[in-house]
């Protein structure tokens, strides 16, 4: 059960490769869990687990199946860097349903976001929660949309949410971008837990990534909700290897997202200037 009431947590998003990941973590450590995605879950659900199909742009229909549950772990959504309407519908309409569901329940959310909300920074530059976003793509921008939706669904009505800039969550990093980006298996299901857990969180911001020794990401508020990392993607130094990169994408944190669909001409890339650069 969420540590804020005895009802189920609700996972959005529980067929894709996170959500996978987490449904026996949370539905362990808590007890129960309720389930959902737009399409079937894949694997036997274990004890205590119920999956109901949604799709998130259906608002009545996700406010239903929401007022069984506590806690929103919203995981669902499009992950990739895709036409703008598919965005809307998933992103930014999906994550606008399950803010105002948690109004209307008062639910908690643990909200999904991504490193790509700050994708177009130069891959070396140190960043706090305090610098702006800058987004590589409709993905990240309707990343931020969401987070910026938790800060007025809880300035306007209360409701608490915890947003987790999650970078590369991998088994194992594979090439140098992920020695600073990396996220482990056990450290995001020790961050969700902490999301689920905190006891007051107001509006928490956290960069979703491993205690590495070269992470671009520093501040928020992992300490504040108990996110204490364990691993570190230096124990792979040895091993990554470098992938073939296009230039724009090598130059930036947020990496292919930022190529894609890249019109500047290449020429401007080493004179690019931003707001902090
Ligand atoms: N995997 C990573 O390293 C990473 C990094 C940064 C952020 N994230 C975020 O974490 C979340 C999970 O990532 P993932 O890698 O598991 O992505 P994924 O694409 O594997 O899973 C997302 C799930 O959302 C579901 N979904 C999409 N549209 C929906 C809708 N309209 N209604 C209901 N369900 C819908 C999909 O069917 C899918 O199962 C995403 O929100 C993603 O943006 C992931």
Known sequence: MTAECDRPILLTGASGTLGRLLVPL?????????????????????????????????????LRLARRAGTIVHFAGIGTE????AILAANIVGATHV???????????????????????????????????????????S?????????????????????????SCLARPTEPRHLSTWLSYGDLARLVHAGVDAAHPGVAAVWG????TRSWWH????????????????????SVRAPV??????????ANFCAKGYTRPLEDLPRETGPSE
Request: zero cysteines; aromatic letters at 12%.
């Open 99 to 141: 803010f105002e569901a948690a109004r209307q329940t008062g639910a908690r959310v643990v909200f999904a976001s991504t490193n790509h909300t700050i994708g177009f920074y130069p891959r070396g530059q140190a960043l706090t929660m305090a610098d702006p976003g800058r987004p590589d793509g409709f993905y990240g921008l």
């Open 219 to 238: 501040g928020g508020d992992a300490a504040r909700i108990g996110y204490f990392p364990a691993d570190n993607a230096e124990d792979f130094a040895d």
């Open 143 to 167: 990343k931020l949309y969401g987070e910026m939706l938790g800060q007025l669904y809880f300035d306007k009505h209360g409701v608490e949410s915890v947003h987790l800039r999650i970078g």
């Open 245 to 254: 990169e296009d230039p724009v994408a090598a130059r930036y944190q947020g």
């Open 26 to 62: 949370l539905a362990s450590r808590y007890g129960s869990l309720l389930m959902t995605d737009i399409v079937e879950f894949p694997n036997a659900l274990p004890p205590g687990v119920e999956f109901v199909r949604t799709d998130l742009s259906d608002g009545p229909t996700f």
């Open 82 to 85: 895709q036409a703008f309407e």
């Open 209 to 212: 990534v491993s205690a590495n």
